[in-house]
C-alpha cells in the first residue's frame, strides 16, 4: 500500500488538472469526491477516538484507553488510531 497525503494530492488536482470539453465534469466531481471520502491511513492521536487528556477524572499530557500508554502527544500516531466523527 502506498500512502499518500490527501490534502496535498486534492490541492493538486484543484491547482493542476483543469476541465475540459474533452472530459465530463461529473467525473472529475466523483474523482474529488471518491479521494476526499477515502480512508485516512494515518489517525493522529489528536484526532483518535481514544486519546484523551484526562485519566479517572485527572488531567495529563495524553491517554491512549485502546492501549493504556500515558504520555501520548497530539501528533503521535498507531495502527489502532479511528477518527473521531466529523462534523
Known amino acids: 500500500m502506498t500512502l499518500i497525503?490527501?490534502?496535498?494530492l486534492l490541492n493538486r488536482i484543484?491547482?493542476?488538472v483543469h476541465y475540459?470539453?474533452?472530459?465530463?465534469l461529473e467525473m472529475y466531481a466523483k474523482l474529488l469526491s471518491e479521494i476526499n471520502d477515502a480512508p485516512d491511513?494515518?489517525?493522529?492521536?489528536k484526532d483518535c477516538i481514544h486519546y484523551g487528556?484526562?485519566?479517572g477524572g485527572?488531567?495529563?499530557q495524553g491517554y491512549?484507553?485502546?492501549?493504556?500508554?500515558?504520555t501520548k502527544k497530539d501528533d503521535d500516531f498507531c495502527s489502532w488510531?479511528?477518527?473521531k466523527c466529523r462534523d
Request: with cysteine.
Open 20 to 24: 475540459d470539453s474533452e472530459h465530463s
Open 53 to 55: 487528556k484526562t485519566v
Open 81 to 83: 488510531g479511528e477518527r
Open 64 to 70: 491512549c484507553k485502546k492501549t493504556e500508554y500515558m
Open 58 to 60: 485527572i488531567e495529563c
Open 41 to 45: 491511513a494515518l489517525i493522529r492521536c
Open 5 to 8: 497525503d490527501k490534502a496535498a
Open 14 to 16: 484543484a491547482t493542476e
